[in-house]
């Protein structure tokens, strides 16, 4: 089996939970994992990859993300969502809608953000989550992340709706925690639902209940579809044959398809950035066989996913 699946993770289930759910459902020894962890408190699309496209994980899993969470103001908790002791802020004052506007404006761009004290981070060998749970003071290092767009969706004291488009590593819970910080009135997570990862959303995604009613084999994806269209290049079965055994193949400067023996298909012109851009590279029908990459006018093979 190679292929993705677009599941819907709900609240109260881990990521790992999925996994143990499915595996009865596929056949035996099949490999399968996900990209990129959804607290259990949180829910949303959960990339789950199966038997070769396991190695697609790290792809997935870098691609920009978009959130919607609901927030509580004026109170502060340990983990900075619900699972944790809430602490009320003593005479916190409701802030307006003009100072609200003025601190989310502040967090798009680039900022540095210190990610929650339970949360997976490693320290000294172990997940800062696990430390703070036996009572241990864990003290993180901020990290660069990018806030592409931070929307205020809905604000009634004390509930404030926000929807965020965010690079890979950026943690919700910290942002609301800041924000509410710089409100004077401290803040903390109700909900988290992750809409997005790069292509894949909840509109299109699979309930838990639904695999388990109708099956996996329904709702079974391309490994292609890790990549995105303008990111994807076909090469032919000689080329194909060639990156399988580790070897650059040359590519034509342009999309006609001039022929020759070495020359089968060419770099796409809308390809972003071909030298040195990392693609899907597929054969016939558009099966993933390998993860490529450019080298001026060559494509170097970097993972092979299909012998």
């Known amino acids: 089996m190679y292929a993705l699946l677009n599941v819907y993770k709900p609240r109260g289930m881990s990521s790992h939970d999925v996994i143990r759910l499915l595996k009865p459902l596929l056949p035996k020894k099949t490999r399968i994992g996900h990209a990129g962890t959804l607290d259990p408190a949180a829910e949303g699309v959960l990339v789950v990859c199966l038997g070769p496209a396991t190695r697609l994980a790290e792809i997935v899993q870098e691609y920009d993300k978009q959130y919607e969470t609901l927030a509580c103001l004026g109170a502060t908790s340990t983990t900075d969502d619900a699972e944790g002791q809430v602490w009320l802020v003593p005479n916190a004052q409701p802030p307006t809608a003009e100072q609200l506007a003025q601190v989310v404006e502040r967090y798009v761009g680039r900022i540095q953000q210190v990610p929650p004290a339970h949360s997976a981070v490693m320290v000294e060998g172990q997940r800062a989550y ?178």
Do not use: H
């Open 130 to 307: 696990r430390l703070a749970r036996l009572g241990q003071s864990v003290q993180l290092s901020a990290r660069t992340v990018t806030i592409q767009s931070l929307e205020v969706v809905d604000y009634l004291w004390p509930k404030l709706r926000l929807r965020v488009s965010c690079t890979s590593g950026t943690y919700i819970r910290a942002l609301v925690r800041d924000i509410g910080r710089d409100l004077g009135c401290g803040g903390y997570c109700l909900q988290i639902v992750r809409k997005a990862i790069g292509p894949f959303t909840a509109e299109r995604a699979v309930t838990p209940e639904e695999l388990q009613t109708g099956g996996v084999a329904p709702f079974l994806l391309p490994p292609a579809e890790a990549f995105p269209p303008q990111r994807r290049i076909l090469v032919s079965p000689q080329q194909a044959q060639a990156l399988k055994a580790g070897r650059a193949v040359k590519m034509a400067q342009d999309s006609r398809g001039t022929q020759s023996r070495n020359i089968a298909i060419g770099i796409p012109p809308d390809m972003p950035d071909a030298a040195g851009a990392t693609v899907g590279v597929c054969v016939g029908e558009g099966e993933l066989i390998a993860v490529g990459r450019f080298d001026r006018d060559c494509l170097r093979p970097v993972k092979v996913l299909v012998e």
